[in-house]
């Protein structure tokens, strides 16, 4: 049973900061691309951050310079720094792995969400 999990999130003053993490577990050899998106409510799911196996990251211009996506490759973990917060950034935070269920094929996970509230 494969499982991505995240944890962290909660309520934040604007300016304030948070972390989240998430953790891919199960049988897999390996782990490709792992994501960070968020949704607010009534817009569409969106790339917030993401960081392939090599370590390369790529972030959406809203909060380029305020978070940081790492990975720990050992421990099939990914996390995101969120400084500088601000109202708008208040979503359903999900987790995306890219997970090799068989050699070179590589399937789509989802963690359940984590909500960020931030208040002005």
């Known amino acids: 049973q494969v499982q991505v999990v995240e944890s962290g999130g909660g309520l934040v003053q604007a300016g304030g900061s948070l972390s989240l993490s998430c953790a891919a577990s199960?049988?897999?050899?390996?782990?490709?691309?792992m994501a960070w998106y968020c949704q607010a409510p009534g817009k569409r799911r969106e790339l917030v951050a993401s960081?392939?196996?090599?370590?390369?990251?790529n972030y959406a211009d809203s909060v380029k310079g305020r978070f940081t996506i790492s990975r720990d490759i050992a421990k099939n973990t990914v996390s995101l720094q969120m400084n500088s917060l601000k109202p708008e950034d208040t979503a359903v935070y999900y987790c995306?792995?890219?997970?090799?269920?068989?050699?070179?094929?590589?399937?789509?996970?989802w963690g359940q969400g984590t909500q960020v509230t931030v208040s002005s």
């Open positions: 995306y792995a890219q997970l090799e269920m068989a050699p070179k094929k590589f399937y789509q996970y």
């Open positions: 960081i392939t196996s090599g370590g390369n990251t």
């Open positions: 199960g049988s897999f050899f390996s782990i490709g691309e």
